[in-house]
């Protein structure tokens, strides 16, 4: 049974369109944000080896990284963001990986939201890839109106990332989410219609 890797870029609406898929074709589920929140909050390697790499400014009163304090400096340095990619990923690939050859065992269902999946050249490892895209002025908005950031940062977070437009055509399935909530919830139906079939 299949794995299969969910992605797209910041503010896109993969969260919102990985719980639609879920409600239409339940399986298990990896989510890549809530493990790298998981592994700052509680992992004491992780946090080791991010105040060795950035210093013990990065932390918050309870000795743990800041996220908000480690976002503004990594995109602020490429070089920066690309050490603490260089200490979350490899942390967050282990878990899913293994959950992923759990669920082949099981003959189950996983799916995997990665919103780094081609930046870490991990699409081959996913029997289908969905990239959730929207345009780029309607993800600047979303940054800008619901996470409250400016929109220099917003600008820069996008351009962090691999291009939107370059993902969805490397992606099996494309989901255009500059629309509502109910054209997303439609789209979700229509694609876990189209596995069940594909993968039954």
């Known amino acids: 049974m299949p794995v299969i890797g969910l ?13 639609a898929l879920l409600r239409e074709l339940p399986m298990r589920h990896f989510d890549s ?7 700052l909050a509680t992992n004491d390697a992780t946090r080791d080896a991010i105040v060795a790499a950035f210093g013990p400014a990065v932390c918050d009163q309870a000795g743990r990284p800041d996220r908000t ?4 400096i990594i995109f602020a340095d490429e070089k920066r963001r690309r050490t603490l990619e260089g200490i979350l990923h490899p942390a967050v690939h282990t878990q899913w990986a293994a959950l992923a050859d759990d669920t082949r065992r099981r003959g ?21 890839v969905i990239v959730v895209a929207s345009s780029k002025k309607v993800q600047i908005e979303r940054l800008i109106q619901k996470r409250g950031l400016a929109p220099a ?10 291009d939107i437009e370059a993902k969805t055509q490397k992606a099996e399935h494309v989901i255009w989410n500059d629309s509502t909530r109910r054209n997303l919830d439609g789209q979700a139906r229509l694609l876990a219609d189209w596995l069940r079939v594909r993968f039954s």
Request: glycine fraction near 8%; proline fraction near 2%; charge should be negative.
């Open 7 to 19: 992605t797209g870029g910041v503010a896109t609406g993969k969260s919102t369109f990985a719980s």
């Open 33 to 39: 944000d809530r493990c790298v929140h998981e592994l």
């Open 69 to 72: 304090a480690l976002r503004n």
């Open 108 to 128: 189950t269902w996983l799916l995997v939201d990665i919103p780094l999946l081609y930046e870490t050249q991990a699409e081959g490892e996913f029997d289908r």
């Open 153 to 162: 940062l917003a600008e820069k977070i996008i351009a962090a990332q691999f």
